[in-house]
């Protein structure tokens, strides 16, 4: 039997629940949202998963009369009967007292009739893969999300910790599975599986794709350019595609959330930013799959370790960003001279910059972007720098070298 880890958003989801009508839960297939609800919600909701094709034949020929037999109903897998939507609405619009979480693996958001259905009637929750963190059923960081509701910087306290090893967790990501998959082998067999029931099964529900050979090959690319500037050109040469065909197979896969665009931060004091967003993609460890690393060590000898280590811990920092209302935001910053921020988290006036290092060890030269950040944006009071090793430092008098291990915190 699976052993259940709740996760850091269930506190968040079940206010939503409670306030509105709808809720939609989306997130890729298999990072633990049908666990999650079954779970959390079992006693008081009634549970439909349209991937039972008896279920889903009834949804198709009456979906009114299943809805309304009960006030509470989770609807799993819903992009399977996106006709259902209206449904929802209209007895949601007849009963506000009525509750509904919906959940789906393809993005809902980009579904126009889901939108369409369901303005201001719903609430939206992504999970993603699992924190650190949450698979050690720690807590999150108390220090940083202080930081984000208030501006003010509290350094998190100096305790003895067991230091990570960064490889296999980075090598690892985050889904579900890895906690139950002890050896290397049988976590590259599952995720060649995951790979190959994406391409087959969830691909064909969402759009019409003209070569899974393609696709797959452009696959490798995007995750080849993991943490890098998103350049569909590029990309589109590069996979030997036309660039409509390169473009419409990107953003599926940003529909399905492998991937997810960092936009660039732009303020009207930043003249010469690139514009271009960055893309990251979803699990280190399925990029690293992609990228032909079947070990960590292989992995972090790599010429692609930093940049897998960059995306690692902004998956670390986006799901703390939607725990706080209103919702922290991810951006970048990049100038034209090359200068560059990994990454930037806003919340109203609140802007933190933060710098993302795979060494041990940081020193005060490498804290030149975050200088120059800071002098051009007032609203920023400080800047973060995280890194691999042990020991929380103060670099200047706004700059701190904060350890990966203070991403989570004990009990």
């Not at 003010?152 to 990570?164: L, S």
């Not at 391409?199 to 969402?206: A, C, K, S, T, W």
């Not at 609140?350 to 200088?371: C, F, M, W």
Request: charged content about 20%; some cysteine; hydrophobic content about 40%.
């Amino acid at each position: 039997m699976i052993h259940y880890i709740p996760r850091w958003c269930v506190s968040l989801l079940k206010t939503q629940v409670e306030e509105t009508p709808v809720v939609v839960l989306t997130g890729p297939r298999q990072v633990g949202k049908s666990t999650l609800l079954k779970h959390e919600f079992a006693d008081t909701f009634t549970y439909f998963n349209l991937d039972d094709l008896d279920i889903l034949s009834q949804f198709k020929r009456d979906a009114a009369s299943v809805l309304r037999s009960s006030n509470r109903i989770i609807i799993d897998e819903a992009q399977r009967s996106p006709e259902c939507f209206l449904t929802v609405k209209k007895l949601v619009d007849q009963d506000s007292g009525r509750r509904f979480i919906l959940s789906g693996s393809a993005n809902l958001l980009f579904m126009a009739q889901t939108g369409e259905s369901l303005a201001g009637r719903a609430q939206f929750l992504h999970l993603m893969p699992m924190t650190h963190g949450e698979m050690k059923q720690l807590a999150p960081p108390a220090w940083l999300l202080e930081l984000l509701e208030n501006g003010q910087f509290n350094a998190p306290a100096a305790t003895a910790k067991h230091k990570p090893i960064f490889e296999h967790e980075v090598w690892q990501g985050g889904m579900p599975v890895c906690l139950q998959q002890k050896k290397s082998e049988a976590l590259t067999r599952w995720r060649e599986g995951y790979i190959e029931s994406y391409l087959e099964r969830d691909l064909r529900q969402l759009s019409m794709i003209d070569s899974l050979v393609d696709f797959r090959r452009l696959m490798k690319l995007s995750a080849g350019r993991n943490a890098q500037l998103v350049n569909k050109s590029e990309v589109a040469r590069d996979a030997s595609l036309s660039q409509p065909t390169a473009h419409r197979y990107l953003n599926l896969l940003e529909i399905s959330e492998w991937i997810y665009s960092l936009p660039a931060f732009i303020s009207n004091r930043s003249q010469q930013v690139v514009k271009s967003p960055k893309q990251h993609w979803f699990d280190t460890g399925l990029a690293a799959h992609l990228q032909g690393h079947f070990s960590p060590p292989n992995l972090a000898t790599s010429r692609e370790w930093g940049a897998v280590w960059e995306t690692w811990i902004i998956n670390q920092i986006r799901p703390l960003c939607q725990l706080l209302t209103p919702r922290a935001e991810l951006f970048y910053w990049r100038l034209r001279s090359g200068t560059e921020i990994d990454a930037v988290i806003q919340r109203g006036s609140v802007l933190i910059p933060i710098e993302i290092k795979s060494a041990s060890s940081v020193h005060y030269r490498d804290t030149q972007g975050l200088q120059l950040f800071i002098e051009t944006h007032p609203p920023c009071s400080c800047g973060l720098v995280f890194y691999t090793g042990s020991t929380l430092q103060q670099l200047t008098d706004k700059i701190w070298a904060i350890p990966a291990h203070d991403l989570w915190e004990e009990k």
